[in-house]
């Protein structure tokens, strides 16, 4: 099914005895035998191990404790605090109360036999300042049951490095549970014995990944590591595979065809499905009518089948530079819903009706086929349009009217929302460049183009479109408005470099707008874009709709990629149900749709994290062979143990050490985010440029250490990014 049912509101049972059994510990204000609660509850014999299970069941949640004597207590009364445990590499570690609330702080001591991940209890032992300290003295339940990781052999001990730099223990492994495994291959391992005080994990290994050299072992490391699932269950490949692209006189009946329409796709060259297609008309007048024509994902997929249940677990499709893992099998992601070139296809497509200046008119809706007429690059058309390529130009003459005339549409769009105070931000994107057998050889800087822009400008007007039609109730992208203390401290950062943030940004987008256009004429623009969006709330996937503060817009929605994410099938079967008069194929109750973007928000999130450490992998792997090459980069950080830079020629980022920089004591002025050197009053800050070498790369924590060119390593040029002196 497509939606989770809805949930049963629980009116008796389990659920309200445990409630009864707390508020008793609450009114006797004091630990409790078994039998005073059995009295207080006013429960007979035959009730006694009922309550005795939810008394347990309260223990293992945390909420009571078991004292001696065969007492239990409210945790919240006996200063005990239960969540789960963050261990930092160097050994310490924070507890997220469940509760809420400020972290609790622990020294390596006190974790005792908890690990990373764990749901622990712990007792608050004091504060100092306003961070409280505390010791774990109960582990309730382990998150962590297998360990992905390197292994070694010293001393006749094989043992598992963990590729997780919070499992701070190696892994012990007796050579009868290595199961065909050699040193220097990368495993997983069952976790059979957790440590003590003073004895390592054990474990069995229960798969060989392969060796750490191979590129195809650091992609499956990833995937096994933020639990992606990478085989598609043989039900669903079997239901794939009976799939073809139907274009029979029952697909067609009732479709528009386009098919005599000039459709483009515009992506990446690396690109591996094609969910969109655009097409435009110039009108008498100078009117544009813009058509965006999406993948009809749901002609192929039915609600609640293998496909479906297997797409809405995934959630997502998720891509690294070796390959992808699918939302949708690759028979379909690939080739029956992608829009590849010089095929007919199935398509919803949405048509936008804008005046000369770029203000929209009207919009419609209809179930079409269409046919790609050209797959084209963002490169390809930036060397078309804008540096105006004579010999490509000449291959594609036929589409250069018609792209010229959506670059014109994209800055009357842009304008538009320019005015009404939406975000104009355009953050740089990695390339990684690999070799034949995987490895990255080079990782470029990708800024936007005009032609990224082309394709933003028209997504974004089909979004709109589709949300404003659907109105509520229904899946919504939204992004609400920046938490003030967030802004108050983006405001000092940026009085650290010189800018002042007007205070009219608390209640009006366009201020903040305005002030992005000042800045982007500078080149600390990339800096304040990102630390920007570190303020800014995470868009996402709600039943409610709440407004999407940085396009400034009421209505916004998800529709145009319906092949690498869910949420975008869900309202495209909602849209195809109204435009027929239907019933929606799905629960529109808000709980349901709520639980619905739950689950969709955090499968996004699942697929961002892991392709940026996979990004991370190359971009360190990449640094590796550069260990002693020397580039310019840029301060984009700094704090009490060094700055951060941001390297030009490859698009990675690594730390110069504070105990690195030369022949001074460095002070650290947080106000001014910069460091200031006592005897030479050299100062390193946000922006400035430097001149560093590569020092030491760790591939296993993922860090690049820099250190600054000496001076007189390269004549003249060794004397830029010295810091300056005040």
């Not at 609660?37 to 909420?63: F, S």
């Not at 009809?296 to 997929?301: A, I």
Request: glycine residues 8%; aromatic residues 6%.
């Amino acid at each position: 099914m497509a939606v989770r049912r809805r949930r049963r509101k629980k009116s008796s049972g389990a659920g309200s005895r445990e409630d009864r059994i707390l508020q008793a510990f609450r009114e006797a204000a004091r630990p409790l035998l078994m039998e005073e609660v059995l009295r207080l509850l006013g429960a007979g014999p035959d009730q006694a191990e009922a309550v005795a299970a939810a008394v347990d069941q309260l223990v293992a949640r945390g909420q009571l404790v078991s004292l001696k004597g065969g007492r239990f207590g409210l945790s919240e009364k006996m200063n005990l605090v239960v969540g789960e445990l963050s261990v930092h590499p160097d050994g310490f570690g924070f507890v997220t109360p469940e509760a809420g609330g400020r972290d609790i702080y622990l020294v390596a001591a006190n974790l005792k036999e908890a690990w990373h991940g764990d749901r622990v209890m712990v007792r608050i032992e004091g504060t100092r300042g306003r961070r409280r300290e505390g010791r774990v003295i109960r582990i309730l339940s382990r998150r962590q049951t297998d360990v992905l990781g390197l292994l070694s052999l010293a001393d006749d001990t094989y043992y598992v490095e963990p590729e997780d730099e919070h499992l701070i223990f190696n892994l012990v492994i007796a050579p009868e549970h290595l199961n065909g495994a050699a040193p220097g291959q990368m495993v997983r391992a069952a976790v059979t014995h957790y440590p003590t005080g003073h004895l390592n994990p054990k474990g069995v290994i229960t798969e060989v990944l392969g060796s750490v050299e191979d590129a195809e072992v650091q992609t499956r490391l990833v995937i096994l590591k933020h639990g992606l699932a990478d085989e598609f269950p043989a039900e669903v490949l079997a239901e794939a595979e009976h799939l073809a692209p139907d274009l029979s006189d029952k697909a067609l009946q009732d479709r528009e065809d386009l098919r005599h329409l000039p459709f483009v796709t515009i992506d990446g060259e690396t690109a591996r499905d094609f969910d969109d297609g655009i097409c435009l008309v110039k009108k008498p007048g100078g009117g544009f009518t813009l058509y965006v024509a999406i993948a009809d994902v749901s002609y192929y997929v039915a609600p609640g089948s293998p496909l479906d249940r297997e797409a809405e677990q995934r959630g997502t499709s998720v891509y690294f530079p070796q390959r992808a893992v699918h939302m949708l099998p690759d028979r379909l992601a690939t080739d029956v819903c992608s829009l590849i070139p010089e095929a007919d296809r199935l398509a919803v497509t949405v048509i936008l009706n804008f005046d000369r200046r770029g203000r929209l008119k009207n919009f419609s809706f209809a179930r079409s086929v269409i046919k790609n007429h050209a797959r084209l690059t963002y490169r390809l058309v930036d060397d078309l349009v804008v540096k105006k390529d004579r010999q490509l130009r000449s291959r594609y003459r036929p589409f250069l009217t018609m792209l010229n005339q959506m670059l014109t549409l994209c800055d009357l769009l842009r304008e538009r929302r320019a005015e009404r105070g939406s975000l104009l931000m355009s953050i740089p994107e990695a390339e990684v460049v690999l070799d034949d057998k995987g490895w990255p050889v080079d990782v470029r800087r990708v800024d936007h183009l005009i032609s990224h822009q082309l394709i933003e400008e028209f997504m974004i007007a089909a979004n709109e479109a589709v949300a404003t039609f659907l109105g509520e109730p229904s899946i919504f992208r939204v992004h609400e408005r920046p938490d003030p203390a967030k802004l108050a401290a983006f405001r000092t950062y940026l009085k650290s470099l010189g800018f002042d943030l007007p205070k009219e940004v608390n209640r009006d987008p366009r201020v903040l707008r305005e002030f992005l256009d000042e800045v982007r004429q500078t080149p600390l623009a990339p800096m304040v874009q990102l630390m920007l969006l570190r303020s800014l709330k995470q868009a996402r996937y709600a039943g409610e709709n709440l407004g999407h503060y940085g396009l400034a817009t009421d209505w916004y929605t998800h529709f145009t990629s319906p092949i690498r994410r869910y949420p975008d099938l869900l309202v495209h079967r909602l849209l195809l149900s109204r435009l027929k008069g239907r019933k929606s194929p799905f629960s529109l109750d808000l709980e349901d749709l709520e639980a619905e973007a739950g689950h969709l928000n955090r499968r996004e999130r699942v697929g961002i994290e892991a392709e940026r450490e996979m990004l991370s992998r190359m971009q360190v792997r990449c640094l590796a062979h550069r260990v002693g090459d020397s580039f310019t980069g840029r301060i984009t950080g700094v704090n009490a143990f060094g700055f951060f830079v941001a390297l030009e020629e490859i698009f990675a980022e690594g730390l110069v050490r504070l105990v690195d920089l030369p022949n001074d004591y460095y002070r650290y002025e947080e106000s001014h985010m910069r460091l200031f050197g006592r005897r030479t009053r050299r100062i390193f800050a946000l922006g400035d440029t430097v001149r560093v070498k590569v020092a030491h790369v760790d591939l296993r924590r993922r860090h690049v250490n820099l250190v600054l060119e000496e001076e007189g390593e390269k004549g003249e040029e060794g004397q830029r990014g010295k810091g300056k002196s005040e």
